[in-house]
């Protein structure tokens, strides 16, 4: 028992420094989080419960919108799925509930361990989930097999499975199938799927989970609140926001607004005007992002690289992870076969 106990507060331990600490509260860039609209979207998932109202002629109701994540998760069972456009905010909402799980699983012993995996590494092993779990238990985290089994088996753990999408795009449906047949076997509680929608409604099938909710794109107010924090630093964008049209729907989602705030602040209103569309505005948000990442970084005689050397190998980097189905990159698990 005490082993059992030391084992998982360890894990806990690991989760929180590298997905709370190390990833969610380094991406808010010193502002406060937006907090993020959520609809239920009941229709995007193959509930049990769903079926039994469709059969009793209820009429339908309107969306219910949830107030948090942590709340979201609770009221609908606990297996959740979380949908929503490119760049918003359905990993950060996954931490967030990391995060606050984290906390119950820390005070109360009986609570599930939280623990995140990237869904996009089942593209090559394409195992049971259960099994695939164990192994990623063991890469990831340093598990060791026969704890991973248990903790699978005694369904302890509250999995956090960021980016069906990411998976390739031919064997989506198969992990689908995959994670359908696991809630099938192991309980449908517990589990929490992220989704972007587009790829999500691309797929035959539905997740048999309790329920979905979709994120809302940030409101003008939400923007305007976030930027007017941030003060004199980004005072032109906020002043710019009020007429630029392709920069107001830039901002509108978590992912560009935060790079937008990197990529401009200190610059002067003259300094961003004279952009006529989207595509346009974004490629010199891009630029100016990457050449103020640069300027942060502070050179010494360990760090010989030049510029177009970085991005040279950065995109090679990139690359060779989008042929494998990677989003998060491990040194351990570089591989000879990805050099030429």
Sequence with gaps: KRLAQRNRQAILKRVKSFWVTGVLEKSLHGLAMIELGLVERADEVESALNMVLETTNQPDQPPAPCTSILDAFDRMGQSLLILGEPGSGKTTMLLELARATIARAEQDPSHPI????????????QKPVAEWLVDELKAKYQVPVRVGRDW?????????????????????????MALNRFSQAYGLSNI?????????????????????VLLQPLTP???DAYLTQ??????????????????????????TL?????????????????????EERRTDMLESYVERMFKRR?????????????IHWLAWLAGRMIQRAQTLFLLEELQPVWLP
């Design 114 to 125: 939280p623990i995140v995996f990237n869904l996009s590494s089942w593209t090559t092993a």
């Design 152 to 176: 699978i088996q005694d369904r302890a753990l509250l999995l956090l499975l960021d980016g069906l999408d990411e998976v390739k795009q031919a064997s989506r449906q198969a992990c689908l």
């Design 192 to 212: 929490v799927v992220c989704s972007r929608i587009a790829d999500y409604r691309a797929l035959s099938a539905r997740l048999k989970l309790e329920a979905a």
């Design 221 to 223: 107010e939400q923007v």
């Design 230 to 255: 941030a003060g004199e630093k980004l005072a032109a964008v906020r002043a710019l926001l009020q007429q630029d049209e392709p920069l107001q729907e830039l901002a509108r989602t978590p992912l």
């Design 258 to 278: 935060s790079v937008i705030t990197l990529a401009y602040e200190g610059k002067s209103v003259q300094e961003l005007e004279g952009f006529a569309s989207v």
């Design 298 to 310: 502070v050179r010494t005689r360990w760090e010989p690289y030049a510029k177009e050397q970085t």
